[in-house]
């Protein structure tokens, strides 16, 4: 019967490789290992980024914000996330700033899609799960989402003091029974000019469903003073 002697594959490598030079070696080793070092690095990157993401999903929700249908610069989005987290004197290994960017397409359009639904139903579903402190948009979101009852009245979220500074520039919403104040108009604001692209004016809204309006009057300040 023959006999076979086992060999490990680091033996057959190192007696291939014995005679080679570093370049030739280096060659050797792309050549018939490439596949196994790729799937290395891809599991390795994999790994981190699940790993990074359990981190991040268990921080608690400092302040969230959204903006809808309006385009932000990237210095803008800086200012919004990491530098209001800054100005909060939050904890970046327990807490989190969030900032979603949502498209609410005009549902009485033609190119109206599942596609644009199911992007409709993330936003309500965002807002009414309470991850949204304040939202960001243009006149056809505010509409849409103040007849969904999203938005809380600016008196209930915000001081007195503050909403007098922007006197005619509040909006109102109508129900069957009252009018409420639910949105302001900020268009004008240094910040909004620099940084929030759109064809329309710009108005924030807060939901006040997240446990967080004691920071909403300190949000519209900060807006307020950039630049300053």
């Known amino acids: ?7 490990s594959w680091y ?3 190192k007696n ?3 005679d080679m030079t570093f370049k030739e070696k280096l060659g050797h080793l792309w050549e018939y290992y490439k596949w196994i070092a790729i799937t290395a690095v891809v599991l390795i990157i994999a790994t981190v980024s699940v790993v990074n993401s359990v981190i991040e999903n268990s921080k608690e929700l400092a302040y969230g914000g959204m903006v809808v249908n309006l385009t932000v610069t990237d210095e803008g989005n ?7 987290f800054e100005a909060l004197e ?3 290994k327990e807490q ?6 949502m498209y609410l397409p005009n549902m009485d359009q033609p190119t109206f899609s599942e596609t644009s639904r199911a992007n409709v139903t993330k936003i309500t579903a965002m807002i009414t799960a309470g991850h949204v402190d304040y939202v960001l948009a243009d006149a056809y979101a ?3 989402l103040c007849s969904g009852g999203s938005f809380s009245a600016l008196d209930e979220v915000l001081p007195e003091e503050l909403l007098a500074q922007f006197e005619g520039k509040l909006v109102t919403y109508e129900d069957d029974e009252k009018t409420y104040l639910v949105a302001i108009d900020i268009s004008e604001l240094p910040f909004v000019k620099k940084h929030i ?11 006040g469903n997240t446990g967080r309006t004691e920071r909403n009057a300190a949000f519209v300040q900060y807006l307020m003073n950039w630049g300053k």
Do not use: Q
């Open 78 to 84: 800086t200012y919004l996330k990491e530098g209001w």
């Open 197 to 207: 692209m759109s064809p329309d004016k710009v108005y924030i809204a807060f939901p």
């Open 1 to 7: 019967m023959a006999t076979y002697e086992k060999v």
């Open 96 to 101: 989190k700033i969030e900032l979603d960017t």
């Open 90 to 92: 939050g904890d970046p």
């Open 11 to 13: 033996r057959r490598l």
């Open 16 to 18: 291939d490789m014995k």
């Open 142 to 144: 505010v509409h849409y």
